[in-house]
C-alpha cells in the first residue's frame, strides 16, 4: 500500500469515527519509516548548527641550515602572508625582525609604526633609542638579542600619515604563528613582552602591564616577563618611578639569564 494512500485511508477512518484499527506488517513498516522520517526533520530544525570555527593557518615551518637561513625563510612567507592580507586592516610593508637569530634573550613588541615600517626594522626611532639603552644599561648590545613583534605589519587608520594604532587581536593572531615558529628557532632563555598589546598577544590575557610584571610567565615553555613598552617611558612627563619598574623587570632578566649584576646596577633609578 502506498504512503499516500495509506494515510488518506486512516483519516477516512478517523471521520468515520473509528479510533482503532488492525494492521499488517507492511503496514505497520510504513508507519514506523514515517514516523522516523517526522523525528528526523524536527531533530534537523530545533538542533542549532555548529558555529564554523575560522580555519587556522598551518604550522609554520622554517626552511635552512642556519638560524639566520631559517629566520631569513620565515620572513619571506610573512611578506605575502594571506591571513594577514585579508583583513584587510594591516598596511602592506611587513616588519619581521632584527638581531641575533641565536639570541638567549628575546624581546617582542607590539606592531611596527611609521618608522619602522620606513626602516623596515622592529623598535626604531625615539622607542627604538629608548630600549638600546635600557639593553646598554644591561650590558648587552642590540646586535646579540634578538627583537620581533607580535604582529608583522603596521595597523592601518584612515587617511594614515605618521599617526599609529595598537593592533588588534585578529591581527595580531595572523602573525603568531610566526612569532612561534622564530620562538622555535632561536630558542630563547628569556623572552620579554615589551607593553601590554605584546602580552595580549603572546598570553592572551587582557590585564594592565601593571598587573602582569613582577613575575614569570611561561610561553612554549619558556620564561617570559611583562614590562612596560619603552615609548609609554618616554610618555612619562615624572618618569623615575616607572623606570625604575622597568629596570627591576630587567634586573630579574639579568639573574635568570645569570649575567652579572653590580651594586651599581641594582641602584638604578632609586631615589
Given at each position: ?71 631569513a625563510s620565515l620572513a619571506a612567507i ?45 623598535f626604531v626611532g625615539p622607542a627604538g ?141 632609586k631615589k
Open positions: 500500500m502506498a504512503t499516500a494512500t495509506l494515510l488518506d485511508y486512516l483519516k477516512q477512518l478517523e471521520n468515520q469515527g473509528v479510533t482503532h484499527v488492525e494492521i499488517d506488517d507492511h503496514a505497520r513498516s510504513v508507519l514506523r519509516e514515517l514516523y522516523t522520517r517526522g523525528s528526523a526533520r524536527r531533530t534537523a530544525k530545533t538542533t542549532p548548527k555548529s558555529p564554523q570555527q575560522p580555519s587556522q593557518p598551518d604550522a609554520i615551518i622554517a626552511r635552512g641550515h642556519t638560524a639566520a637561513e631559517k629566520i610573512a611578506e605575502t602572508w594571506q591571513p594577514a592580507r585579508a583583513l584587510g586592516s594591516l598596511r602592506d610593508t611587513m616588519v619581521f625582525s632584527t638581531g641575533n637569530p641565536e639570541a638567549d634573550f628575546m624581546l617582542v613588541g607590539e606592531a611596527p609604526g611609521f618608522q619602522e615600517e620606513q626602516k623596515g626594522e622592529p633609542e629608548k630600549l638600546n639603552q635600557i639593553l646598554k644599561a644591561m650590558g648587552l648590545a642590540r646586535d646579540k638579542v634578538y627583537i620581533s613583534n607580535v604582529c608583522k605589519f603596521r595597523p592601518a587608520t584612515r587617511n594614515q600619515t605618521t599617526n599609529n594604532r595598537k593592533p588588534s587581536p585578529e591581527e595580531m593572531a595572523t602573525s603568531l604563528p610566526f612569532v612561534k615558529a622564530e620562538i622555535d628557532v632561536v630558542k630563547p632563555r628569556v623572552i620579554v613582552a615589551l607593553g601590554g598589546s605584546a602580552a595580549q598577544g603572546l598570553l592572551g590575557l587582557e590585564k594592565p602591564v601593571g598587573q602582569l610584571r613582577e613575575c614569570w610567565h611561561q610561553f612554549q615553555g619558556i620564561p617570559l616577563r611583562v614590562t612596560y613598552h619603552p615609548s609609554y617611558l618616554l610618555r612619562q612627563e615624572d618618569g623615575l618611578g616607572e623606570k625604575r619598574k622597568v629596570w627591576e623587570d630587567m634586573l630579574a632578566i639579568m639573574e635568570k639569564l645569570g649575567l652579572p649584576v653590580s651594586e651599581k646596577q641594582r641602584g638604578f633609578f
